[in-house]
């Protein structure tokens, strides 16, 4: 959750009218006292007053400077998402904000890099390194060189609200976040930004056709997947899709480790379930798709993802609580693959992967 819950009477309707105004007319001296009350307000409103109030506040953000406090902005309308507001109405202006400080924190980071020495570090992202000998190597124009620092300080701030979004629509991912992952898994190789749920986020899988090999019993699978947040919930899911319906040996997951990768409602808090690995997933050249990574990880040959299924090489469990609490998976067997597609895909699968027949 972004904020608190307080529970002091709030007003906020009028308080983001008089913040619209001062932002519309240009009144730093309104809009900075406006902007403080807001986000109290926010805090202690209703959660009637927050469902009208966040497409407003989200709506604010391309008029604020990018020198000024848009993260937060973000953050008080991502918070009113999580109390109701419309994720879809909001989501445009805030995504694009992340999009943009993503990009202008790369570009900090080119910057930074053509202009010093080979063993120079990037900085940690911290407004304190903010000085005048900083933002003249970033280059002549001031405001620019100043709203690329901040965005390298402050990308992570984006992501609490950019998540309030992204969970809550499956819409809201498939219009924005193919678009906007490239940046953000390229400032995160720069190792500088914690950015991996946001990268998750991203790259969530929705309504995705999937074939599955089980090399075992050299059977064959087509499963469609959708809203899962990491190869843990999916190791899950098809352990219950393929050996809970009959298709293939093995342990059966718990009715509770599936009730928590599946469950519509949220989650509320952790959990003490374990799952226990059913299989060894492999990609079609036979490298390992560790639990770790995400179902995006899985390659797509001849224009669907292939991911092969194994005995496992050794025991593992993990706590069976999903990643995003707030985002169902699903995973539906659509059909079983006949006996001669199940030998065309894996004849594209490489000789250490190859079908072993049944004696």
């Known amino acids: 959750m972004i ?56 709506a604010l953000l391309p008029a604020f400077p990018p020198t000024g406090p848009r993260p937060m902005l973000a953050m008080a309308a991502g918070f009113c998402v999580e109390r109701g507001a419309d994720p879809a109405a909001c989501a445009e202006p805030i995504l694009a904000g992340v999009h943009q400080d993503l990009l202008d924190a790369l570009e900090f980071a080119r910057r930074w890099t053509a202009t010093g020495a080979a063993e120079d570090e990037l900085p940690e992202p911290d407004e304190k390194i903010i000085d005048d000998a900083l933002l003249a190597r970033l280059g002549d124009d001031k405001y620019e060189a100043t709203r690329l620092a901040l965005a390298w300080c402050s990308v992570e701030e984006w992501q609490p609200p950019a998540l309030a979004v992204l969970c809550r629509s499956i819409e809201v991912r498939r219009q924005h976040a193919s678009a906007i992952l490239p940046a953000c898994r390229d400032l995160a190789a720069l190792e500088h930004h914690d950015l991996k749920c946001l990268a998750h986020a991203l790259a969530v899988l929705d309504d995705e056709p999937l074939i599955v090999l089980h090399r075992p019993t050299g059977t064959g699978f087509e499963v469609r997947i959708g809203g899962i947040g990491d190869n843990f919930q999916l190791h899950t899911l098809l352990a219950h899709v393929l050996v809970g319906g009959g298709h293939v040996p093995g342990t059966t997951p718990s009715a509770e480790s599936v009730r928590l990768a599946t469950d519509p409602e949220p989650a509320q808090g952790r959990t003490q379930t374990i799952a226990t690995g059913t299989f060894e997933l492999l990609a079609p050249d036979g490298e390992r798709i560790w639990n770790e990574g995400l179902p995006d990880d899985i390659p797509v040959v001849d224009g669907r993802r292939l991911l092969v299924l194994d005995e496992p090489t050794y025991q593992r469990s993990w706590n069976a609580d999903r990643f995003f609490p707030h985002l169902p998976g699903t995973a539906e067997l659509t059909r079983v693959l006949t006996a001669d597609e199940t030998r065309t895909w894996f004849a594209l699968t490489s000789p250490g992967t190859e079908v072993r027949r049944p004696s």
């Open 3 to 58: 904020f608190k819950r307080k529970r002091e009477a709030s007003g906020l309707a009028a308080i983001v009218s008089e913040l619209e105004n001062a932002v519309a007319a240009r009144d730093g001296d309104r809009t900075g006292p406006a902007f403080t009350a807001m986000m109290s307000a926010v805090q202690s409103a209703s959660d009637a007053e927050r469902v009208w109030a966040g497409p407003r506040l989200a």
